[in-house]
């Protein structure tokens, strides 16, 4: 059981690109990571995204480059500035979701599942990394979150 989130890939700044799409350095970094996940053979089972530009096409290339069967779609409730916690309440750990999303959501996710707090930065997101979250059931049934790994185009 898995969820692997995802934040878009780099974009251009609204004066260049007023949809803020992918830059070429973008679109290569988000393959290069799509790649490197293909080759480990990562299962995914649905693929969302915030329908912002920059989301989409990054959500494409995973898509296109790791052939996976996953629809894509657009769902409500993850942009920038939305509530984790609601969005937190629709995950369905078995159903390997991959989402595609933005700043400062993605950060503030990822420490409300594994601390149960938004306030409390546990990981940096990098443009086109992936951070795998996974969960195990405790003793009162509830589902405890950890990191279980990244992947990210620069490790410096």
């Known amino acids: 059981m898995a969820i692997y989130l995802v934040q878009h890939g780099m974009s251009a700044s609204k004066d260049v690109d007023p ?11 988000t ?18 995204h915030s329908g912002k530009t920059r989301a989409e096409q990054t959500a494409a290339i995973f898509h296109q480059v790791m052939e996976l069967q996953a629809p894509l779609e657009v769902v409500s409730g993850i942009n920038p500035l939305d509530n984790v916690r609601t969005f937190a309440g629709t995950i369905i750990p078995e159903s390997d979701i991959m989402v595609v999303g933005h700043l400062p959501f993605m950060q503030s996710l990822v420490s409300y599942l594994t601390t149960g707090s938004e306030e409390i930065l546990v990981y940096r997101f990098q443009n086109s990394g992936i ?5 195990d059931e ?3 049934g509830k589902l405890d979150w950890f990191i279980k790994w990244t992947l990210n185009p620069n490790i410096s």
């Open 131 to 135: 951070v795998c979250l996974s969960a």
């Open 19 to 29: 949809a803020k799409g992918l830059t070429s350095r973008g679109r290569v970094e």
């Open 31 to 48: 393959e290069r990571i799509a790649q490197v996940a293909n080759s480990y053979g990562i299962k995914v089972g649905r693929i969302v």
């Open 138 to 140: 405790n003793t009162s």
